[in-house]
């Protein structure tokens, strides 16, 4: 049995975990990341491409942003499709501000590279992870590494486990209030070394259902389709979901689809997700541990990532000024930015899938609002501001 002592104990290193240790190291305040996974599954799970200026601000501000600035690629604008109707929503010109795309994996991997120069340190492969005492004054995480248990005491616990981790199962039922919305289906996405059908992301919607075409590189594509939920990953032989890509983005995009092998295939269900509350005792929740969004409009991760920098303002206003105000506002502080992007997820969504029990009715009021985009500079700049990210 191994124990000892941190201040901040974080369950997680994905990207709130993982921004969250460095933001507080940076202020020196201790704290110790323990990850079930082993480093190279973090390392190697494909997820978010597009971050906003939350994000990159943190990575400028950790002094982690060398390989970013010179990989990222700079988005100044994106599409809404449906059919062969496409309408370009200039991000730029209509905000001011652009987006970039940069793979969560890649982030991850700068994030992780860069913890044992700055002494932050990661137990990845911790097993049988559980909370204790967590509205006590000593709260403590015990787990078992290579089979040697262990304790971890600590001042607080950041939850930043995701949405099956155990720390959000700490709260006890009756403080907390669910919100859920499932959607009939999901998203099959596909990685491949070949260049970008388009120069800029297409979200399209048709009589065949939602396609997103995305990037990660000038020679890197990240496509996805809507599939219905009963559907199996071998129910997708690669050539057929090639065939598919091709009639959603040939007549729409600039260059076309290049077809080639696939890197990565998999399936993701789609839901909106909010646990009210994020904060119990010692305990508080950051990222997908409290809130799902459905990836349209590329909202996760970037709300991890304003989740962890309110989290990491409270917890310096505590070690620093023994101010526990912000401590105690984390939580609606958090929830207000959380609850504006599950609307814009959740409009987005539901304005780009076919949805197997819609009727003509519901079809015809995603034509019109696709039709009043088109023309309307004042939604444009609704959706860019909210894709761009809404202020922190
Ligand atoms: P994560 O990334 O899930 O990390 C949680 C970590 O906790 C670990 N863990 C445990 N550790 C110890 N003990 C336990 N018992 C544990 N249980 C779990 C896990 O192993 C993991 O390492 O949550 P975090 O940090 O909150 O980050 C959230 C983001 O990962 C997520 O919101 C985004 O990936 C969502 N998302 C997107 N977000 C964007 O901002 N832009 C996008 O373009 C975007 N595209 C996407 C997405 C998510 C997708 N999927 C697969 C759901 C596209 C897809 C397809
Ligand atoms: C991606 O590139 O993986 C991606 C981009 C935009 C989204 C979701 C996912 O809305």
Same mark, same amino acid.
């Given at each position: 049995? &191994?124990? $000892?002592? &941190? @201040? ?34 973090? @390392? ?29 690629? %700079? ?11 496409? %309408? ?9 501000? /652009? ?48 089979? %040697?248990?262990? /304790?971890?005491?600590?001042? +607080? ?17 009756? !403080? ?11 998203? !099959? ?22 396609? !997103? ?15 219905? !939920? ?16 091709? #009639? ?9 689809? &290049? $077809? ?23 305990? +508080? ?47 609606? $502080? ?13 409009? #987005? ?17 995603? %034509? ?11 939604? @444009? ?12």
């Amino acid at each position: 049995m &191994t124990a $000892r002592r &941190t @201040q901040v104990a974080i369950i997680g290193s994905g990207p709130a975990g993982l921004l969250l240790g460095h933001l507080l190291k940076a202020e020196g305040i201790d704290c110790v990341l323990l990850e079930r996974a082993s480093r190279d599954h973090v @390392q190697s799970r494909i997820r978010a491409g597009v971050l906003e200026t939350v994000t990159t601000d943190l990575m400028h501000r950790l002094g982690l942003d060398e390989r970013m600035n010179r990989e990222a690629m %700079v988005e100044d604008g994106f599409n809404l499709a449906d059919g062969d109707q496409m %309408v370009r929503i200039d991000i730029k010109a209509l905000t001011g501000k /652009t987006v970039v795309v940069y793979g969560q994996t890649e982030l991850t991997r700068d994030l992780i590279a860069a913890a044992p120069q700055r002494e932050l340190e990661i137990v990845f492969e911790a097993a049988d992870l559980a909370l204790h005492g967590v509205d006590s004054a000593h709260p403590k995480v015990t787990y078992t590494k290579d089979g %040697v248990p262990a /304790t971890l005491e600590c001042d +607080f616990i950041a939850g930043c486990d995701g949405f099956h981790g155990p720390s959000r199962r700490a709260i006890p039922q009756h !403080l907390a209030r669910e919100y859920m919305h499932e959607y009939p289906f999901g998203w !099959l996405g596909i990685l491949a070394d070949v260049p970008p059908c388009h120069d800029e992301l297409i979200y399209a919607n048709g009589p065949r259902g939602f396609a !997103l075409a995305s990037m990660r590189s000038p020679t890197r594509s990240r496509y996805y389709i809507q599939v219905p !939920l009963t559907e199996k990953i071998e129910d997708w032989p690669e050539d057929r979901l090639w065939d598919e890509l091709e #009639l959603r983005f040939n007549t729409i995009s600039q260059h076309g689809v &290049t $077809r080639g092998p696939a890197l990565e295939m998999s399936i993701a269900p789609l839901r909106s997700y909010v646990f009210e509350t994020m904060h119990y005792g010692r305990l +508080f929740l950051a990222g997908d541990a409290a809130h799902i969004v459905p990836p349209t409009g590329a909202k996760g991760l970037n709300l991890a990532a304003s989740d962890v920098l309110y989290l990491s303002d409270a917890l310096i206003a505590h070690y620093r000024r023994k101010d526990e105000n912000a401590l105690l506002g984390y939580c609606d $502080r958090a929830l207000a930015r959380i609850w504006k992007s599950e609307r814009f997820s959740w409009s #987005l969504t539901k304005l780009m899938h076919s949805f197997p029990d819609q009727n003509a009715f519901e079809r015809q009021m995603q %034509v019109a609002e696709m039709d009043y985009l088109s023309r309307s500079p004042a939604m @444009q700049t609704a959706i860019a501001e909210n894709y761009v990210g809404l202020p922190v």
